[in-house]
């Protein structure tokens, strides 16, 4: 059975990525949550040891519900690039390295697809993005969704708004990347808008 979220609680979001928060809190505050980041609360980061987008984000929503003793959402979202076979996939925010820089990401992606190109002779710079939210309480129960958006990758990269590896996506049907999108249209469309209308569906209102 379903467990909902009733208006007025407290919600933390197990991310320390600024933008996620910010997405997220975005996405959440029709409902009447109130939410917190696991940054404010001091919370630590858990090592993300799964192999799949869910199995990290049951991780953090799991640890962050402990710690907090409140409901924790966690979301383990990127980028997966068909001719790379799927990566960076879990571990785009890794490519991104310690100091999270997105712009060396985005060029590393570029730079693997040039040497899949050179190797199959035809570019293919199709992708996805994906993304798994996990939502905690601290006796352990958990309900989990799933989103994504299929693309295709630009370069140079274009736009200021988003996050990561937004400014080299454009999604199917549109002609600006994540990057240039208002960010009332990319939580129309976007891989974690996806997965969040499930979970409102299932669990909030």
């Known amino acids: ?35 917190v980041s696991a940054a404010e609360l001091g919370l630590a980061e858990p090592e993300e040891t799964g192999s799949t987008f869910a199995e990290n984000a049951a991780l953090k929503a799991h640890a962050a519900a402990k710690a907090a003793g409140l409901p924790a959402l966690a ?43 050179r190797e199959t002779g035809e570019p293919d710079r199709r992708a996805r993005f994906v993304c798994a939210l996990a939502l905690a309480w601290p006796d352990g129960h958990i309900e989990e969704f799933f989103g994504q958006v299929r693309g295709t990758l630009v370069w140079p990269p274009r736009g200021t708004r988003g996050f990561g590896y937004d400014p080299m996506f454009v999604a199917d049907g549109c002609t600006m990347t994540f990057g240039e999108l208002e960010p009332a249209r990319k939580h129309e469309i976007s891989h974690r808008a996806r997965a969040f209308r499930k979970l409102a569906e299932a669990c909030l209102g």
């Open 1 to 35: 059975m379903r467990r909902r979220l009733a208006p007025g609680t407290r919600l933390v979001v197990a991310s320390h990525n600024a933008g996620k928060v910010r997405e997220i809190a975005d996405l959440v505050r029709p409902h009447a949550i109130d939410v």
């Open 75 to 117: 979301d383990d979202s990127g980028l997966a690039v068909d001719a790379l076979d799927g990566a960076p996939g879990i571990y785009s925010a890794r490519w991104a390295g310690n100091g999270r820089d997105f712009t060396a990401a985005m060029q590393r992606v570029e730079d693997e697809l040039a040497r899949a190109a």
